[in-house]
């Protein structure tokens, strides 16, 4: 637990923070409410459910400001180019940031629930005050604004009219509907099987987002809940009237009382992070313009298309990602894939398992299927945004790094071990990096071919250098029929793997990551060790238990710090 505590303290001190000052903001707005004058005979008809609706809606106003700015992906990339943010655990932060995203719509969700009550309440209420059997100061209130020139308190004019058909006529009711829709949608369609297995449903119903910021910022000008003038209260005495309403218009002091809507405050909330994300669009939709050559398609029988381009000006660090779009495809669609190239190659590239519709015409429209040569004019047309930062680009911060992957989730560390092989080739470069270990787990025999040819060239170079203690691969099959399993036991003597042609063996099923990480902290003991995962979410949670399980209580210890892959 205390190993927990100080690995992810800052996470757990970030969501302090954000869980503050939601509560401060939530008890401020509601004894405002609670105490102000202004709100004194709006609450002689709504009582506390005044408060309770005012809040949650500070609240949501608040969150809603905050959603947008962790999916600002050029926003973040800058951040992480900062002094300020150059490394350490501050930098591990903006690698959770879609996690930060769901937490706040977490957030939003509660509050709406909070708000859409309250209200159907204030509804209620409302409607009851027009009542005769009401009677004293409810009903008086509920009588002000039937005659010309007169401000009203009370939205439902009528009792004999259904209050939920009479707000649904109104800016407030027609809004609200809109943006819960519109919310629920977002919401619904954001779960991890939808995502999964019906992606552009989650794509398109996401973007939803702008109907609901636009709701948002007119559902405030129906001002629904109105409040007395600061002009009236002068001349109002509220605290004498409110329990002498048979004397207004005749005495003095209390002349019939006004009110008005409050000013709409939820544009001031979002305009920044609108405007931030606006530029967003205007960057993708300028990076969308610029040309994308398709130099190289090749076919592996794993099912995986392997893209090779080139763009003018295209700069990228080991690691960081892209989002593809395919104009032909869909002109709305963009998905990210991980670059698999090195910076030093003289193009990028992107490896890509078909799994879905847009992934599978991709592999038809660039000819995979046909696999026979195709020119470059016949090729689609790609657009390409990024690239972005991702957890893996601080590999090269850290001393001894532990990469693990599982099945197409290798395809950050191609790039990383790209890197290091051209570094290590190149020597008047200096590596900080002294020892990395690789562990990469796959069903499929076939996924290897690629990535084996990379991990040839890197061991015969570490070889070649007296370098052989530097890398340390693990890969394990988890997957093999029958006649696999015999032809592996027929060649298990041969100095080279059979399956990926290697020194090191193949290991068959999963690893024992207690075992792995207690050898690596005892090899390590006062090192800060990086682990960088790609994979499916089981498994990251069991590789963050291990490196909180095995990271040293005491500072000067081993520290292992858990940096997942997430875009």
């Given at each position: 637990?205390?190993?927990?505590?100080?690995?992810?303290?800052?996470?757990?001190?970030?969501?302090?923070?954000?869980?503050?000052?939601?509560?401060?903001?939530?008890?401020?707005?509601?004894?405002?409410?609670?105490?102000?004058?202004?709100?004194?005979?709006?609450?002689?008809?709504?009582?506390?459910?005044?408060?309770?609706?005012?809040?949650?809606?500070?609240?949501?106003?608040?969150?809603?400001?905050?959603?947008?700015?962790?999916?600002?992906?050029?926003?973040?990339?800058?951040?992480?180019?900062?002094?300020?943010?150059?490394?350490?655990?501050?930098?591990?932060?903006?690698?959770?940031?879609?996690?930060?995203?769901?937490?706040?719509?977490?957030?939003?969700?509660?509050?709406?629930?909070?708000?859409?009550?309250?209200?159907?309440?204030?509804?209620?209420?409302?409607?009851?005050?027009?009542?005769?059997?009401?009677?004293?100061?409810?009903?008086?209130?509920?009588?002000?604004?039937?005659?010309?020139?007169?401000?009203?308190?009370?939205?439902?004019?009528?009792?004999?009219?259904?209050?939920?058909?009479?707000?649904?006529?109104?800016?407030?009711?027609?809004?609200?509907?809109?943006?819960?829709?519109?919310?629920?949608?977002?919401?619904?369609?954001?779960?991890?099987?939808?995502?999964?297995?019906?992606?552009e449903v989650f794509w398109y119903t996401h973007h939803l987002f702008m109907v609901f910021f636009i709701g948002l910022v007119i559902h405030g000008m129906g001002q629904l809940v109105r409040g007395q003038t600061s002009q009236s209260l002068l001349l109002h005495n509220v605290t004498y009237c409110k329990d002498h309403y048979s004397e207004w218009e005749k005495a003095t002091k209390c002349p019939l009382p006004l009110f008005s809507?409050?000013?709409?405050?939820?544009?001031?909330?979002?305009?920044?992070?609108?405007?931030?994300?606006?530029?967003?669009?205007?960057?993708?939709?300028?990076?969308?313009?610029?040309?994308?050559?398709?130099?190289?398609?090749?076919?592996?029988?794993?099912?995986?298309?392997?893209?090779?381009?080139?763009?003018?000006?295209?700069?990228?660090?080991?690691?960081?990602?892209?989002?593809?779009?395919?104009?032909?495809?869909?002109?709305?669609?963009?998905?990210?894939?991980?670059?698999?190239?090195?910076?030093?190659?003289?193009?990028?590239?992107?490896?890509?398992?078909?799994?879905?519709?847009?992934?599978?015409?991709?592999?038809?429209?660039?000819?995979?299927?046909?696999?026979?040569?195709?020119?470059?004019?016949?090729?689609?047309?790609?657009?390409?945004?990024?690239?972005?930062?991702?957890?893996?680009?601080?590999?090269?911060?850290?001393?001894?790094?532990?990469?693990?992957?599982?099945?197409?989730?290798?395809?950050?560390?191609?790039?990383?071990?790209?890197?290091?092989?051209?570094?290590?080739?190149?020597?008047?470069?200096?590596?900080?990096?002294?020892?990395?270990?690789?562990?990469?787990?796959?069903?499929?025999?076939?996924?290897?071919?690629?990535?084996?040819?990379?991990?040839?060239?890197?061991?015969?170079?570490?070889?070649?250098?007296?370098?052989?203690?530097?890398?340390?691969?693990?890969?394990?099959?988890?997957?093999?029929?029958?006649?696999?399993?015999?032809?592996?036991?027929?060649?298990?003597?041969?100095?080279?793997?059979?399956?990926?042609?290697?020194?090191?063996?193949?290991?068959?099923?999963?690893?024992?990551?207690?075992?792995?990480?207690?050898?690596?902290?005892?090899?390590?003991?006062?090192?800060?060790?990086?682990?960088?995962?790609?994979?499916?979410?089981?498994?990251?949670?069991?590789?963050?238990?291990?490196?909180?399980?095995?990271?040293?209580?005491?500072?000067?210890?081993?520290?292992?710090?858990?940096?997942?892959?997430?875009?």
């Amino acid at each position: 637990m205390g190993c927990w505590i100080f690995s992810e303290s800052l996470s757990v001190l970030l969501l302090l923070v954000w869980l503050g000052l939601n509560l401060y903001l939530f008890i401020d707005t509601f004894h405002w409410y609670e105490e102000d004058d202004a709100y004194l005979y709006t609450r002689v008809m709504l009582g506390s459910t005044l408060a309770w609706a005012r809040a949650s809606a500070t609240c949501l106003n608040f969150n809603c400001m905050l959603i947008l700015l962790p999916v600002s992906r050029n926003l973040i990339s800058f951040i992480r180019g900062t002094s300020i943010c150059c490394r350490g655990a501050l930098r591990r932060q903006l690698d959770k940031n879609l996690t930060f995203h769901k937490i706040v719509a977490y957030g939003i969700a509660v509050n709406a629930i909070i708000h859409i009550v309250a209200h159907l309440v204030n509804v209620e209420r409302y409607h009851i005050s027009q009542s005769k059997e009401v009677g004293g100061l409810r009903n008086k209130l509920s009588g002000i604004g039937k005659t010309a020139n007169e401000s009203y308190l009370n939205p439902i004019r009528n009792y004999e009219v259904n209050p939920t058909t009479q707000i649904l006529t109104t800016i407030a009711g027609v809004t609200g509907v809109i943006i819960t829709v519109a919310f629920i949608l977002i919401m619904t369609s954001s779960t991890e099987i939808i995502r999964r297995s019906f992606y552009e449903v989650f794509w398109y119903t996401h973007h939803l987002f702008m109907v609901f910021f636009i709701g948002l910022v007119i559902h405030g000008m129906g001002q629904l809940v109105r409040g007395q003038t600061s002009q009236s209260l002068l001349l109002h005495n509220v605290t004498y009237c409110k329990d002498h309403y048979s004397e207004w218009e005749k005495a003095t002091k209390c002349p019939l009382p006004l009110f008005s809507g409050s000013e709409p405050m939820a544009w001031k909330w979002v305009l920044g992070p609108v405007v931030v994300y606006i530029c967003e669009r205007i960057v993708r939709f300028w990076r969308f313009q610029q040309e994308v050559v398709i130099t190289k398609v090749v076919t592996h029988s794993s099912g995986v298309l392997e893209l090779h381009m080139k763009k003018c000006g295209f700069k990228m660090e080991p690691g960081q990602y892209i989002f593809l779009q395919c104009p032909s495809i869909s002109q709305l669609e963009w998905h990210p894939f991980t670059l698999t190239s090195a910076p030093e190659e003289e193009f990028f590239s992107v490896h890509i398992r078909v799994v879905g519709d847009w992934t599978g015409t991709l592999f038809k429209v660039c000819g995979a299927e046909e696999k026979v040569f195709k020119e470059p004019w016949k090729l689609p047309r790609l657009a390409v945004d990024g690239p972005f930062g991702a957890a893996t680009t601080d590999v090269f911060h850290y001393r001894v790094i532990v990469c693990i992957a599982a099945g197409i989730g290798v395809t950050p560390f191609a790039s990383i071990l790209k890197s290091i092989w051209f570094k290590c080739c190149n020597p008047n470069t200096e590596l900080t990096l002294e020892k990395v270990y690789f562990y990469w787990t796959c069903r499929d025999a076939s996924a290897f071919e690629w990535f084996a040819d990379l991990l040839f060239l890197l061991e015969t170079q570490m070889a070649e250098k007296g370098k052989t203690h530097f890398l340390s691969y693990h890969i394990f099959l988890t997957g093999w029929d029958e006649s696999q399993a015999t032809h592996i036991a027929l060649h298990d003597d041969e100095k080279m793997d059979v399956i990926t042609g290697l020194r090191q063996k193949t290991f068959y099923g999963r690893p024992n990551w207690d075992t792995e990480f207690r050898q690596i902290a005892e090899n390590h003991p006062s090192n800060s060790i990086g682990v960088f995962f790609c994979g499916p979410k089981a498994l990251s949670k069991i590789l963050q238990k291990r490196c909180n399980l095995y990271s040293s209580a005491d500072p000067r210890g081993v520290q292992f710090h858990y940096n997942k892959e997430s875009f």
